[in-house]
């Protein structure tokens, strides 16, 4: 039996350990990667969680994690969701990639509930074949270690919570989306995204990163920290002959992003939240100010062909066609799966414009 290293999270708030485990041995529909680089997310480390009526709630700094439990079925776990690396095996069904091929995959930690195979945190992860992607020869294995969750998070809260047409919009459309804290590394792919679905895009971050994040495909910066930023934005895009219905709240208080699509009256605006914070539950309720606000979630029906038309056919194309670019810029964890520690404690004291990438 073959044998390959793994981050191994013991039980619940553990330090991660270097262990040497069973390769997996694919499904029908199944790739195992050989991991060249892989990145941290903040599902990933340890941070204090609440459970009310079994749901966990939290504020936006503080969310679920799987290091403290949520969404683990049992113990021991391997962490993880961002990985690029080399084919090594395929399962007899698997059609869209081949042992060699160079590939980013969206592991599966968070859906398998922690089982080990499953998670980006080895050398060796099991990955259904439809989150395997084939990955063009000029982009690195960092750089491609960045794209797999944000892709998932973005595409989600677009096509399923905000219900835009998977063709996207034409300028005759003249539509207009606001990316809330737009800077780190979903809110750089949410900027992105739009502009390809036909958006024009608002986007707050800090101004440190405004520049950046125009030559993303962003109309107009804000700064979130501005005092006045709500009726600034309002005032840009009412001057740019443009009306917020849609936005996709990355990072931030979901309350100035309601707040901002409520000024134009909008019967039916929504937000798309990455964060899960207890204000959503009222905003569900209650639906203040005419906006409505939906945390990003699997579609409740068919979320395999979904998904499969999420990276097998759509992120591919976008790869291809170098119309979607790896951001935000990587900063590199030195140690390999020894330095994964290190990541995720830098990553829970707050970064700002990077993704930490741990490779081989």
Not at 15 to 23: A, K, W
Not at 30 to 48: C, G, I, T
Not at 319 to 347: D, F, M, T, Y
């Amino acid at each position: 039996m073959s044998t390959h290293r793994a981050a191994l999270c013991p039980g619940k708030g553990s330090p991660l350990e270097i262990v040497d485990r069973p390769t997996p041995v694919p499904g029908p529909n199944q790739v195992v990667v050989e991991s060249k680089a892989l990145a941290v997310n903040p599902v990933d480390y340890s941070e204090n969680f609440l459970s009310f009526l079994s749901v966990p709630v939290t504020n936006i700094k503080n969310q679920p994690v799987m290091r403290d439990g949520f969404q683990v079925g049992s113990w021991p776990v391997v962490l993880g969701s961002d990985v690029a690396g080399i084919v090594s095996a395929v399962g007899n069904q698997v059609t869209n990639v081949k042992v060699g091929d160079r590939v980013l995959a969206y592991a599966q930690a968070f859906a398998m509930k922690g089982k080990p195979d499953f998670g980006a945190f080895q050398e060796q992860v099991l990955v259904p074949s439809h989150l395997v992607v084939p990955i063009p020869g000029d982009l690195t294995f960092t750089d491609a270690a960045t794209l797999p969750l944000a892709v998932y998070t973005t595409a989600t809260g677009y096509f399923v919570q905000l219900g835009v047409p998977r063709a996207g919009y034409s300028p005759a459309d003249k539509k207009a989306v606001i990316v809330w804290g737009a800077g780190g590394s979903i809110g750089t792919v949410a900027v992105q995204v739009a502009k390809i679905l036909g958006f024009t895009v608002y986007a707050t971050a800090s101004k440190t990163h405004h520049e950046y994040l125009k030559s993303l495909g962003a109309h107009k910066c804000f700064d979130y920290k501005d005092a006045g930023v709500v009726d600034d934005i309002v005032n840009t895009v009412k001057a740019d002959g443009f009306v917020l219905d849609m936005g996709y709240l990355a990072t931030g208080d979901v309350s100035l992003i309601v707040e901002t699509l409520g000024k134009f009256g909008v019967k039916g605006a929504k937000v798309a939240s990455a964060p899960f914070s207890f204000k959503m539950l009222w905003w569900k309720v209650y639906n203040w100010g005419g906006v409505g606000v939906e945390f990003v979630d699997q579609p409740a029906k068919d979320a395999d062909s979904f998904y499969e038309f999420v990276y097998s056919n759509w992120l591919k194309d976008l790869l291809k066609n170098r119309r979607l670019v790896a951001s935000p810029k990587v900063e590199i964890v030195s140690g390999g799966l020894s330095g994964l520690e290190a990541a995720l404690g830098k990553l829970k004291m707050g970064v700002s414009g990077i993704k930490l990438v741990v490779h081989f």
